[in-house]
C-alpha cells in the first residue's frame, strides 16, 4: 500500500477546552479500498510537514470539513496547515486531491471567488462528470460558478456550480462530492484515487 497524508477536522469541544483533529473512520476504509495507507495530520504545521517527511507520503488528500476562514470558520490553524501543504507538496511534485472543502481551499489557492450556494446539501445529485451524467452526493454550502487558469473545470451541477476542477500543469485536483460517505464505494472514485496517487 502507499502512504499518502490525510487532513482532518478540528472538532471544537467547549466543554472540555479542547480543539480536536478528527476523521471519519470512512475515510480509512476509503482509502485502504484503493490501496492507500492514510498518514493522519495534526492541525500543527510544523509537525504536519515533519510527519510528510518521515514517512515518505506519495501524495496528498485534503478532506471535507470546517469552512474556510475568509468563510466565517472557526479553524484558522487548518487553513495554514493545508496551504503549507500544498506548498510542500508542489515543492515535489507529489499529488494533491481536495475533497470538498479541501477543493475549496485549492480554488481559494488561486484566487477563485466562492459564494454561498443553496440545494447542494443532497444526498444524491445528478452532476456531469466530463460531459456525462453521474449522480454523486453532496454536502456543502460554498461554491465557485466559474474557473480560471491554471484550473479547468471537469464536472459541473446542473445550476452552474463547479464540482471538480484540477490543475493545467501540477498533479492538483479538487471534487465536491464526499467519495467515503457512499456505500458502497463507488468504483469510478476508488479508480479516481488509484490514478492520482499511481497505484498499480
Known sequence: MKAVAVTQRVSVVPVYGER????DQAWTKFLAACGLLPVLLPNVTEVALALCDMAAVSGLVLTGGNDLGTLGGDAPERDTVENALLDWAERRRLPALGVCRGMQVIQQRFSIPLCRVEGHVVEHQ???IE????EVNSYHHFA???SRPPLDVWAV???G???AVRHSTQPMAGIM????RTTPFSPADVALFRRTFAVV
Do not use: N, Q, S, Y
Open 157 to 159: 451541477a446542473a445550476d
Open 126 to 128: 445528478v452532476i456531469r
Open 144 to 146: 465557485a460558478f466559474d
Open 20 to 23: 480536536r483533529d478528527c476523521l
Open 161 to 163: 456550480v463547479v464540482k
Open 177 to 180: 462530492w464526499h467519495p467515503e
Open 131 to 134: 460531459g456525462r451524467p453521474t
